[in-house]
């Protein structure tokens, strides 16, 4: 008589230590719906309770005679979970030291019971035709890169500078000629038989893609993934990627484990954007994600971008990623606005500028980027210039409007008596401009034009081709028919001043962006900032400028140049987590370890170390977090619980957070 196969189960927990496979016998009456893939439920003895999970594959019993608990039933029929997902989901949380099971709570969507039962009744979808009128677009925009189209089909890894300029559709709709370059590299593809993944950082950049991909492939073909549709769209559109017809999905960070069959491509755009890092455990990028993508299913990758991070320049430094330049390298006219002999050196706007966007005004809309969204956001004492303060929760104090009361910045609360605690003045001043009180000012010096503000509050995302003033926060300028005729960016001095380690290659990334949006041959006025960021747009040498912060960082063993783990908990704890990757890693020296050192809540040590030891750093961390958890859900005896979760490991820590 044979053995009777087992099923091996991930269960769905948060819990490190239930990171791995568990055996459980099939009842013969699951024996046919106990597949590869599908959603299960099974008892788990240590909480004595019946937990969800995914069965990721059939396999022998084992030669013990230890006796098998037996699944308790086959939620859902359809196998959600491929073994090529699970085979990434895996390497990506190893990478981290984290669990499979977190990564694929932003792969699968939560399941829909109607959406499920709609997707099963309409049957296999049809395998889509591209029109030849389509290929040929496609073809087209892609030939400005020789042997790009070429590359594509060779499944080749490729940085791509995109083109710094707008594109109309033929209904006259303004979108960003990346966006066409991305789609057509996705057309390309999806005419070859093959599928492809487009992701980009935010709902208004996935909003142009669908605008150049209406009409240029069948409607059935695209798939959106984006993690604020409704539940039963989000899980009909993962149901979709699941099919053997090709398709092209594009979404946010986590499309990039959509599991389409037969990839071709994967194309991230603006990878630098912090809205690509995930924010939940393990943490990993999408930029990451896509390079194990890539080396686990094959297929092209591309990194496109109006700038280069250093990320992605260490790969093309080490010859994994391959720059692929345009034949002509189209750029904005960058220029460098200072103040003239005889004005204010505190002008927010030179001279310079000013008659740029008054000339520029009587041909169309004018783009004016700022720091910061609202009216007066930093406020200070008018007469000792100490920073105004909340007596409540010392968050930083501002203003609405002119004449407002202040309110704080974190709790909210007003402020109606505030009195300075160095001079015991109660008098106030606004110390810098937010993009509601730049349009008033730029409302009173240029009488009867348009004023637009564009930041968090006043979402915009297109203006026409009249004359307007557009006031933008970084990151939210709409996009102008036609193009701006001239884009001012002020308050780059400030931006300059955020204390973060990627400050230079997040303001380049910003400005770039902006100066993209201008109509060719329009300035671009970069107001009060010189240097090696100010060079890098005005010669429009992103990549040369990521090189030289590697070669900056590199000395100073500063991430990218070395990956860096940050752990948290009290200090016995991190202690001994260091103590022993030490033991198992041994290659690291002295320096490699930073702290710990005291935070609101026990200690943080930074770990730095090369890439070619990440695999061993991550296994010893991830072994400290499941003994710190074991120990945690059992103390000894004697000894009351202690608290769960005491040590938490983050691997590839954001910048910001170092």
């Known amino acids: 008589m044979t053995a009777r196969r087992v099923a091996r189960v991930l269960i769905d927990s948060p819990l490190p230590q239930l990171d791995r496979l568990f055996d459980y016998a099939i009842p013969s009456e699951l024996a046919e719906l106990a597949v590869p893939g599908v959603r299960v439920r099974a008892p788990l003895r240590t909480a004595g309770r019946m937990v969800d999970g995914y069965l990721v594959e059939l396999g022998e019993p084992d030669a013990s005679d230890r006796p098998l608990s037996e699944l308790d039933a086959v939620v859902s029929p359809v196998p959600v979970l491929t073994s090529g997902l699970y085979a990434l ?34 049957g296999p979808p049809e395998t889509p035709a591209v029109a030849d ?55 390309r593809t999806l005419a070859s038989g093959r599928s492809a993944i487009l992701v980009v950082p935010d709902h208004r950049d996935r909003a142009q893609l669908e605008a150049v991909l209406a009409d240029r492939v069948p409607a059935g073909a695209v798939v959106r993934d984006d993690a604020k549709q409704s539940s039963p769209l989000r899980y009909a559109a993962f149901l979709r990627t699941l099919s053997d017809a090709p398709c092209i999905v594009i979404g946010n960070r986590s499309a990039v484990y959509a599991p389409v069959h037969a990839l071709g491509l994967v ?97 169309g809309p004018v783009l004016v980027q700022v720091a910061r969204p609202g009216y007066a956001p930093v406020l200070v004492c008018a007469d000792c210039r100490h920073p105004a303060r909340c007596r409540h929760c010392g968050g930083p104090l501002h203003a609405a409007k002119q004449g407002a009361v202040p309110t704080c910045t974190w709790c909210g609360r007003g402020a109606p008596g505030w009195t300075c605690p160095d001079c015991s003045s109660t008098r106030l001043r606004m110390a810098s401009s937010g993009s509601e009180r730049t ?191 074991i120990k945690a859900r059992r103390p000894a005896k004697g000894r009351a619980p202690g608290a769960r979760n005491t040590l938490r490991v983050r691997v590839d820590v954001p910048d910001l957070d170092l």
């Open 267 to 363: 194309a991230l755009w603006d990878d630098g954007d912090p809205l690509l890092s995930e924010p939940l455990s393990p943490g990993v990028h999408a930029r990451d994600a896509a390079l194990l993508r890539q080396e686990l299913d094959g297929g092209a990758l591309v990194f496109a971008g109006h700038t280069r991070t250093t990320d992605v320049e260490r790969l093309v430094a080490v010859g994994y990623v391959r720059g692929l330049p345009a034949a002509r390298r189209p750029s904005p006219r960058v220029v460098l606005s200072a103040t003239r002999e005889g004005e204010s050196r505190g002008s927010r706007v030179p001279s310079a500028a000013f008659a740029a966007a008054r000339e520029a005004l009587a041909h």
């Open 89 to 122: 989901a895996r390497r990506c949380a190893d990478r981290a030291a984290g669990s499979a099971g977190d990564i694929l709570r932003l792969a699968i969507p939560k399941r829909m019971v109607r959406a499920e039962k709609a997707w099963l009744a309409a």
């Open 133 to 187: 009128d389509a290929r040929a677009w496609a073809e087209s925009v892609l030939a400005p890169y020789p042997g790009l189209g070429e590359a594509l089909d060779r499944a080749q890894r490729l940085a791509l500078d995109a083109p710094p300029s707008p594109a109309s559709l033929e209904d006259g709709t303004a979108v960003g000629a990346w966006a066409a370059l991305l789609v057509a590299a996705a057309v």
């Open 439 to 629: 349009a008033d000012e730029l409302g009173r010096a240029f009488p009867g034009v348009r004023v637009i503000v564009a930041d968090g509050e006043h979402p915009v995302t297109h203006v026409d081709a009249r004359p307007a003033l557009v006031v933008a926060t970084r990151g939210a300028e709409p996009l102008a028919a036609g193009g701006y005729r001239a884009v001012i960016l002020l308050d780059g001095d400030r931006m300059l001043l955020a204390d973060d380690l990627r400050i230079g290659e997040s303001c380049l990334r910003w400005w770039s962006n902006a100066a993209a949006l201008a109509a060719p041959g329009a300035p671009v006025h970069l107001v009060g900032v010189a240097g090696p960021v100010a060079r890098a747009l005005a010669t429009w040498t992103q990549a040369a400028y990521a090189r030289a912060e590697l070669a900056d960082r590199a000395p100073l063993r500063m991430p990218p140049t070395v990956r860096v783990a940050a752990l948290d908990g009290d200090r016995r704890t991190v202690d001994a987590a260091v103590a022993a990757l030490s033991a198992a890693v041994p290659e690291l020296d002295d320096d490699a370890v930073l702290g710990p050192l005291p935070r609101d809540e026990g200690v943080r040590a930074l770990v730095r170390f090369e890439y070619a030891l990440g695999a061993r750093v991550a296994e010893s961390l991830r072994a400290s977090v499941v003994s710190t958890a």
